[in-house]
């Protein structure tokens, strides 16, 4: 029996990266996807159509996750279309680096609102099939960032500590409910968020990481699959650091 059978998942920002990975071993392990993305509409119809060949339903939906209203409607339509949403993973995320002497409103507002006011969004809207369900397991893509902070990424880090604790009371209040809300906070993942990064500064990162090797989307994927399972049943409110013992 596969770990996410009969399961609907719903994940934000899965058309690259993590995302895709976590799209790809939901599907493996038997789970049908309702995935979103932003502006890379090619790369969503591939993924819609090689997770089809699991033999299971996949879609891909053109949503922001940072628009109030969007994420609503988005969760309405899955509802629709799937008939219940067991999983969401708020996956969806981007960074706008610089040091606080340079940083912009403009960087600052945009990141806040991609990173955590869409896991607020999406959050919300799913309660309510949540709550019908009696049933749900929330995951929230964090970093390791939002746990210890990196200079010349304040905006990232407020945004991704933020999401920490919003997980945290989202479990507080919904536990009774019987569902469950975590956070997990990837280390270095090689994707294309980090392919920006110099070689000398992944060289540096790499040699700094206990297990000697930056993560795999693969890495996360595995652990998120775990969270999304029943295999989960007894764990809510904890953020889960995926880092080859980077943070310990
Ligand atoms: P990525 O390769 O840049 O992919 C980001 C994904 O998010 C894309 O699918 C993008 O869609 C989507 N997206 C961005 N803004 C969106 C929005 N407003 N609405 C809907 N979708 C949106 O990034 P990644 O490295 O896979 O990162 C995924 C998550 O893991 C992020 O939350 C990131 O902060 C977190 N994380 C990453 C690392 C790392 O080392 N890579 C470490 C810790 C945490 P489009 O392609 O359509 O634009």
């Known amino acids: ?35 979103t993305y932003l502006s890379s509409a090619e790369k969503a119809i591939e993924l819609e159509n090689e997770l089809k060949q699991f033999g299971i339903r996949a879609k891909g939906y053109r949503s922001d996750a940072a628009d109030f209203k969007a994420a609503d409607e988005l969760v ?24 606080l002497m340079r940083m912009s409103e403009q960087q600052w507002d945009e990141v806040i609102q991609a ?10 809207a799913i309660q309510r099939p949540m709550l019908k369900a009696k049933k749900g397991s929330i995951i929230n893509v964090s970093s390791v960032v939002g746990v210890k902070g990196n200079a010349g990424q304040s905006n990232y880090a407020a945004s991704k ?11 507080l209040e919904l536990g009774s ?5 975590n956070a997990i906070a990837p280390g270095f993942i090689e994707t294309e968020m980090t392919a ?37 049943a007894y764990i809510t409110g904890q953020c ?6 980077m943070l310990t």
Do not use: H
């Open 177 to 181: 409910r019987n569902i469950r809300c």
């Open 115 to 124: 990173n955590l006011k869409s896991v607020f969004n999406l959050t919300k």
């Open 76 to 99: 309405s339509s899955v509802v629709n279309e799937f008939g219940t949403v067991d999983v969401l993973v708020n996956n969806a995320g981007i960074t706008r680096d610089g040091l």
């Open 240 to 245: 889960i650091n995926i880092c080859g013992g």
């Open 196 to 232: 920006v990064l110099n070689p000398e500064t992944v060289k540096q990162w790499c040699d700094s990481i206990p297990l000697k090797r930056a993560g795999s989307a693969e890495d996360v994927a595995n652990f998120t699959v775990f969270l999304g399972s029943d295999r989960s």
């Open 1 to 35: 029996m596969k770990l996410l059978s009969g399961k609907v998942a719903l994940i934000t920002g899965a058309s690259r990266g993590i995302g895709r990975g976590i799209a790809l071993k939901f599907a493996a392990e038997g789970a049908d996807i309702a995935f």
């Open 161 to 171: 500590a933020g999401i920490i604790g919003f997980s945290k009371s989202v479990a």
